[in-house]
């Protein structure tokens, strides 16, 4: 059994101005913006999915009446009902809604309805196949899956407004009505269809104005890839070049521009859908995870953005932890979301074994349970399941649900879903409107600056096979995680000053701006790390015409001689006192300043002795530069933690899937590894919810 040791509070707090002040402001904001739709009493709402579409009408007041029996308190409709909403392109049938609306209402459920454009019905493709995208093989979709329509076609864009604006108009005041979904799972797919072409081409005219501007944004001297006018631009296609790679400045545009096009349509949405219901009804989507090709930050319409997230789908990480799931999704997408609008919700949590994955092993009993306490613990104002009843056929026939296939028999994940909803309410009874933010907490408060520019970037550009933004990123949310630090997740326009710490891993694309908002920061007393690959590029991707990262030389107190990758199965070493870590995917060979200290060396390969992680004070505030990329993270944790501590932090010590959080009074452990873990807490604490100490796939609440 490993024992985690309470560390003992160090009251020689370096503290940033007023920062007490502007964290207490920032929360109260939070509690403020949560209210308009949600009462922070009542913690957070449970819900299931259930379609009535696809079952008997004979067997919906048994089914919606069991589902308020289980004690959810709201259901979900017409997310993939486009075809009986709209049998013909002149026709709307909304009979059968209403009477599944009407009988959840008898039984109190509240509804979340959903814009259902996801699928398309088989008439529109039929009459206008203009409708459909084109992949990047030139060939244009047809009917028969979902999400494969063109979202830059004005054709489907007028069926899908239309259909928002009709549903709209007949629920947007129903009593029962509670929120909207719009779309489903929104993905930037690459769409290479005509529409999408002249989209792309008027997209481009209007970012740079003159075809020479956009010539010198993508290096058109390169390979004679100079454009005398925007009509001759084609979108860039990485999957048909296979001698070479195509302007990476011209593939990040196309990025852009789709993420841009996903959320104009969600936002188009959106501003129908306010048209014309009531300001008590929500208006949401629900982005998987926090995806690659799309920005959810784009979709500015919404009320707040929601996710789904499925923890268990075939990944193998720590042993038999497979059951429980990769221990950064969950983290990251509670802070992600919830830092958007400081509101967010979980549309869609896995209930059991899913069908979609390369694998689909079952969760381990308690996974489920464990991951909607974490989602409590995380600031959601709901959790919704996917799906009610388990399917009898088509593509899902695998996919659980709350019952099984005889529609009534609850499955393992449906119990823990039934017992989350009873701790939850035991919870409520316990909640103080005066419990705030213990200070310690506040204290760690951290940002991790994110871009999904920067993303598309290095994935575009990886330079070593082995580069992956995602790990990196996970190996810097552990870090931050371990101290048991409250997390938000922030752009390059959020007030800085009210968090002491700021991660910014790999931050390649910036701006002079940027730069000197780092400086401002940190000489007023903020403690900022930084990674390799940051400060590299301007914002169309192109390297500075200056030394490797001089932007920020002046920030980090370093030059960067150059940069290095290995071949697998070499293994660099880099030494941190007496412990030595292994790397082999990237490495920045620093050379420090007079008055910055070199934390980490290299200690082999010809540069040998060479700064690897340095750290500097910078007016109040600190600086700390990791330049190498290592196996297990370990290094960049270790050092996350000691910028913490150094600044006189107490914090904890929690091992990898590990995580403590801290939401109105109560406190949320969860454990995803398969050592027992007793988690530290005051003599004094009350425990509401599980049992110290901590087993895998369990959790546990306590005040």
Known sequence: MLV??????????????VSLFIANSFLAAQNSSSKKFFEPRNLMSIGVYYYPEQWPENQWERDLANIKKLGFEFTHFADFAWTYLQPQESEYDFTWLDKAIAIAEKQGLKIILCTPTAAAPVWMGEKYPEIYLVDENGIRRKYGNRADHSIANSRYQQFAYAMAAAMAKKYGHHPAIMGWQIDNEPNAFADFSESSQLAFQQWLQKKYVHIDSLN???VGSFWSTRYNSFDQIIIPNIKIYTEDKLSPHAVLDFKRFTAQTTADFINHQADTLKKYISSTQFVTTNYTNVGYEVDPRLTKQLDFPSFTMYPVNGSNVWGNSFRTGAPYRLIEANDYYRSIANTTGIMELQPGQVNWASNNPQPMPGAV????????????????????????GSSEMYHEGI???????????GKEFVQAIKDINSLKKQF?????????????KT?????????????NQKQSADWNTWTLRNNYTAGVKSAAAPMDFISESANFNQYPFIVAPAYALISDSLVAKWIAYVKAGGHLILSCRSGQKNKSGQFLESALGASIQELIGASIDFTDMLVAPEKGVV?????????????????????????????????????AAIKRKLGKGTVTYIGVVTQEGDLEKQIIRSVYTEAGIAIENLPKGVFIE????????????QNEIRLPMPKKSKILIGTQPLKQGQALVWK
């Open 403 to 413: 019952v099984g296939t005889d529609g009534t028999s609850l499955s393992q994940g």
């Open 4 to 17: 985690l040791k309470i560390k003992i509070i160090n009251f020689r707090l370096l503290i940033l101005g």
């Open 216 to 218: 010198k944004a993508w």
């Open 575 to 611: 030494k941190m006192g007496n412990q030595k870590f292994t790397w082999n995917t990237w490495s920045e060979i620093l050379r420090p300043f007079a008055g910055t200290q070199t934390i980490a060396f290299y200690a082999n390969q010809y540069y040998k002795g060479k700064a």
């Open 662 to 673: 801290w939401r109105d009074g109560f406190y949320v452990g969860v454990n995803y590894i």
């Open 447 to 459: 940002a991790f600056l994110w871009a999904h520019e920067n993303l598309w970037d290095l994935e």
């Open 432 to 444: 103080n409107a005066n419990d705030t933010m213990p200070i310690i907490l506040q204290k760690r």
């Open 369 to 392: 349970h464990m991951w909607i306490m974490q989602a409590l613990g995380g600031g959601n104002s709901f959790v919704c399941t996917y799906r009610y009843r388990h399917p009898l």
